[in-house]
């Protein structure tokens, strides 16, 4: 079992900026993670992906958030970055980690965490 374990989100005001980040840690196995990244779910909405990175360094990201979101990765700490710049409100949202694991990728998920932008 791999877990995700996730650190930043807030509230900050139009324009600012926030920095997520999840590290995936697994007990007594050595373990491949592939993609990693982040979707968000707001209230009365359905979960969307936000940005996503593979091993390789491949990222995809939601239209509504190119330009101001970066997302990375470091392999040797199975760790991923979002680095969330020039947020609206419409970027409020529950923002969850998520990692695919091994040849099967396997989906393991974050608890979440708050992020909430103010007009």
């Known amino acids: 079992q791999v877990q995700l374990v996730e650190s930043g989100g807030g509230l900050v005001q139009a324009g600012g900026s926030l920095r997520l980040s999840c590290a995936a840690s697994?007990?007594?196995?050595?373990?491949?993670?592939?993609?990693m990244g982040w979707y968000r779910q707001a209230p009365g909405k359905q979960r969307t992906l936000v940005a996503l990175?593979?091993?390789?360094?491949?990222?995809n990201y939601a239209d509504s958030v190119k330009g101001r979101f970066t997302i990375s990765r470091d392999n040797a700490k199975n760790t991923v970055v979002l680095q969330m710049n020039n947020l609206k409100p419409e970027d409020t949202a529950v923002y969850s980690c998520?990692?695919?694991?091994?040849?099967?990728?396997?989906?393991?998920w974050g608890q979440g965490t708050q992020v909430t932008v103010s007009s």
């Open positions: 697994r007990t007594g196995t050595i373990f491949t993670i592939n993609n």
């Open positions: 998520f990692a695919n694991e091994g040849a099967s990728s396997r989906q393991y």
């Open positions: 990175v593979s091993r390789g360094g491949y990222t």
